[in-house]
Nanobody, 128 residues
Framework: QVQLVESGGGLVQAGGSLRLSCAGSGRTFGAGPMGWFRQAPGKERVFVATVSPSGGNTYYADSVKGRFTIARDNTKNTVYLQMNSLKPEDTAVYYC?????????????????????WGQGTQVTVSS
């Protein structure tokens, strides 16, 4: 059984930084793409960033480009999301998602239905 556990969320002032981590277990971690997604109150879950199995290709939502960085360490079975220059509109529950091997980071960016496994989410709150 695949498990994804997020950590690192919290309350931060606008302009601050947070680093989210997602630790995976239960499968060959480096086999598939990974991503971060977020869901604000009353809104649908949306794509934030994805990374290819090797870590060589990354994709970002326009709203976070230049501020967020996704990375993965397959030796530690962990994917990270470094969030800088946070804004109140970044407030949401952040979810880690894993796609199956054979899919690309670009594919799960475009279609969240291809995300096979989800973490439980971690709350990020940015105060103005």
């Amino acid at each position: 059984q695949v498990q994804l556990v997020e950590s690192g969320g919290g309350l931060v002032q606008a302009g601050g930084s947070l680093r989210l981590s997602c630790a995976g277990s239960g499968r060959t971690f480096g086999a598939g793409p990974m991503g971060w997604f977020r869901q604000a109150p009353g809104k649908e879950r949306v794509f934030v960033a994805t990374v290819s199995p090797s870590g060589g290709n990354t994709y970002y939502a326009d709203s976070v480009k230049g501020r967020f960085t996704i990375a993965r360490d397959n030796t530690k079975n962990t994917v990270y999301l470094q969030m800088n220059s946070l804004k109140p509109e970044d407030t949401a529950v952040y979810y880690c998602g894993a796609g199956l091997g054979g899919f690309t980071a670009l594919q799960i960016m475009r279609d969240m239905k291809l995300v096979a496994y989800w973490g439980q989410g971690t709350q990020v709150t940015v105060s103005s």
